[in-house]
């Protein structure tokens, strides 16, 4: 099949599918936090500790990227994909930490190889003018996570319990495995004469620098990773805590917070519409600025929201909103930092942003049960603060 043979629709269309139950996989742990915790025999903070030890995991994905640059982006989504699905039936047939902990190690391996080569892929397909707007649509994954995944595992996991989501999002992964075999291959743009490409086959100290060698605009290249990551930590930070947050303050159980999720995946689909609407115009280093301006106001108002769930749920709303329009917009301003090594580039980014997520592993549920709501949304406007200043004086803008 030629490279040339999709449509636009069926790029986008199988891009979406996929990622959508990938997302769901990566975001069923945050609304039933506690409830999952309790089904393995462990508390809040062990949990989080198992999700950092997923996120973790996401520092192999430059390892994928540097494959992916070389033998096509299509084989390590595929491989990402049947790691991902074998990995949740595993951690659902798991009853103690023991047997979680390696199934959320290989999640996370499988994660951090698809999610950022599915961004290279779809970047391969699209000029730089139309691309916030392809992977924006991508993005409507996160948000369909919310509205159509994580609703529906609530009521599932209120009628059975939180093993069967478990199970069936391993099956529909499997499904997408298939369906990428399929699909026609792409792969990165030519070389820049500055730009080198790694071929060291040894672990040596020249094979490293060669790896992290992204050519003159290594700095800009960077310090974009740098904005995501702190972005992602912030908002990792709420994602990881607002189920328990929810149910310790207003006692709302697994249907409940499955509604909670639809809500806020209305928020995250206006955001990532938004990306792919109005992103190639007002500029993406401009649009990520942007909505971290607007997360960054909103985690500051979160603790004075508690007094209703109504206000509650709303304010942590908006702020994923202003996260979502940031992190979306931030994947196409990344992707053409270094676009001859872009897979690597995507896959650096996101084992960055997962060592951030990591991080907040372990920070959400100490600072939530040390300083409650309010001592943790204190950090992650810290970590917003930092973010604006990296990339309004290190981060440049290219276009392809």
Known sequence: MSEKEVSYNRLIGTSIAAKMLVDTAVQIFNPFLGIIAAGIGVDVVTMGRLLSLRSLMGLFAPLFGAVADRRGYRLIIRIGLLITALSLFAFGLSSSVWLAAPAMMAMGIGIAAFVPTLQAYVSARLPYAKRARGLGMVEYSWALTGIIGLSLAGLIIARTSWRLPMFLL????????????????????????????????????????????????????????????????????????????????????????????????????????????????????RSVIMGMVVSLVWYLLIPSAAVGVVLAVLSIAVARFGFEFAIVSYFPLLSEQTPEQRGKVMTLGAANSLLFATAAGFTAPWLYTAFGIAGLTAVSAVAVVIALVVILTLVQERYG
């Open 170 to 285: 391993g099956g529909g992964i499997l499904v997408m495995w298939a369906v990428f075999a399929r699909m026609p291959a792409a792969r990165p743009s030519p070389p820049n004469a500055d730009t080198p490409l790694v071929t060291a086959p040894r672990l040596s100290l020249k094979a490293i620098r060669s790896f992290f060698a992204l050519g003159h605009n290594a700095r800009s290249t960077f310090s974009t990773m740098l904005t995501g990551g702190l972005n992602y930590f912030a908002a990792m930070q709420l994602m990881i805590i607002y189920g328990v947050w929810l149910n310790d303050r207003f006692g709302l159980g697994p249907a409940s917070l499955g509604a909670v999720a639809f809500v806020l995946g209305l928020f995250d689909l206006a955001a990532s519409v938004s990306v792919s609407l109005f992103t190639d115009r007002i500029g993406k280093r």
